[in-house]
């Protein structure tokens, strides 16, 4: 629900605020959540150098491209349309994770789950009509930013989620490495706003500290617990989610192969997430 409201505000915020000023301000106020829970918990912030680096990975392949990539992207598409292309994160997953994760090879019901849940995508954008989805080079932003945020969860798996530290300390570092990298940039490519409208600002402020902070903190904790693989399903709700928001508040046009598609979404994301249930490890049983 969170991830996918936040193209409905990546879409407002970018009314008044230019693509990296809404990336910028995104990581800002995750990072300002994400510290002000830890430290509530009192807990510190890693201070292994070398895990550092790897959170500065982490942070330009989650934070800091793609919320730059789908900034820029809603400039030119809808923002359910961007929400679509997100959820191709999970395939993207998968083929960085079948090269560096052995441990996360799919079996046969979560890859069938995951093909289903591709078609679905393929329904959405009408395939048939060749894929008509208005600006090429939009869409192209969406899509790669879906393949950094895939490569960057298996980068989180392989090197974060087993540092010893706890999921808010690493969270909290990494969008704050993200807002650093960003803030570096950002003022060599684009000029400081002069007006801060309410609404576009609010909308910037609930991107950062609910689609960043919160939702970041959540998906830390899933990757650690169930794997990227199974995480990134997650990202096959999104649509569902960033079209009816897309519809109701922007009155963005929804076409009828895209609900069609969405429950085809929807299908193979429950034969996957059955498929994961039944692997885990019940009560009592040793992992």
Known sequence: MVWGLSFLFVKISGEVYAPLQVALGRVVFGALTLLGVLAYKRESLPKNLRLWLHLAVAAFLLNALPFTLFAYSEERITSALAGICNATTPLFTLLVALSVLPGERPNRNRLAGMVIGFLGV??????WNGANVGDPVGAGMALGAALSMGAGWVYVRRFLTDSGHSIVALSAAQVTAGAV???????????????????????????????????????????????????????????????????????????????????VILAGAALAQRSASAAAPKNGERV
């Open 122 to 127: 393929l329904v959405v954008f009408g395939i």
């Open 181 to 263: 990298e960003l803030a570096v940039v950002t003022p060599f490519l684009t000029s400081a706003p002069v007006h801060f409208p309410v609404v576009q600002t609010l909308s910037l402020i609930v991107l950062g500290a609910l689609g960043t902070g919160v939702a970041f903190l959540i998906q830390y904790g899933l990757v650690r617990d169930a794997g990227a693989t199974a995480a990134s399903m997650v990202t096959y709700l999104v649509p569902v989610v960033s079209t009816a928001a897309g519809v109701v508040v922007l009155g963005e046009v929804l076409k009828w192969h895209q609900p069609v598609g969405a429950l």
